[in-house]
């Protein structure tokens, strides 16, 4: 069974902890050990595991993409007007995995699981699929 959280996003660029909301369902579900497998169906957003100690990583993470693809670029060509979110997204990716153990989502101490938004602010899907070991 696939599952599916919403996430708001606040702004045009941002990241959105959604650690607490994978875990819940992981909780809810009652896994014990397996995998999390997460997918969000959209391409202009992102899914990532990264540092949720200091937010400048997040503000870092966003600064870079923007430098490599910057939302003002005469050379684009697709008629939306949201070339850089789309070059953005893929960069960051689609989907990503954790492993679950007792019951628990296994990150490191300082990671949590985050939604990129680069073309927001939106209500996103992040598709979630609970697999026992």
């Given amino acids: 069974m696939i599952h599916e959280l919403?996430?708001?996003?606040?702004?045009?660029?941002c990241m959105v902890d959604i650690t607490g909301e994978v875990a819940r369902l992981?909780?809810?579900?009652?896994l014990e050990a397996g995998?999390?497998?997460?997918?969000?169906?959209?391409?202009?957003?992102g899914i990532t595991i990264q540092e949720n100690a200091d937010p400048g990583v997040q503000h870092d993470m966003l600064m870079l993409l923007r430098r490599?693809?910057?939302?003002?670029?005469?050379?684009y060509r697709h008629i939306e007007d949201n070339s850089a979110s789309h070059l953005q997204a893929s960069?960051?990716?689609f989907s990503h995995f954790v492993?679950?153990?007792?019951?628990?989502?296994?990150?490191?101490?300082?990671?949590?699981?985050?939604?990129?938004?680069?073309?927001?602010p939106r209500t996103r899907r992040?598709?979630?699929k609970l697999l026992r070991d």
């Fill in 6 to 13: 919403s996430v708001r996003t606040s702004g045009q660029e």
């Fill in 26 to 30: 992981v909780r809810e579900r009652g």
């Fill in 35 to 45: 995998v999390a497998l997460l997918y969000v169906p959209h391409t202009t957003c």
């Fill in 68 to 75: 490599v693809a910057p939302r003002e670029d005469a050379g």
């Fill in 91 to 93: 960069a960051m990716g």
């Fill in 99 to 120: 492993f679950v153990e007792g019951g628990r989502l296994v990150l490191g101490r300082w990671q949590a699981i985050y939604l990129a938004e680069f073309d927001g």
């Fill in 126 to 128: 992040v598709l979630v």
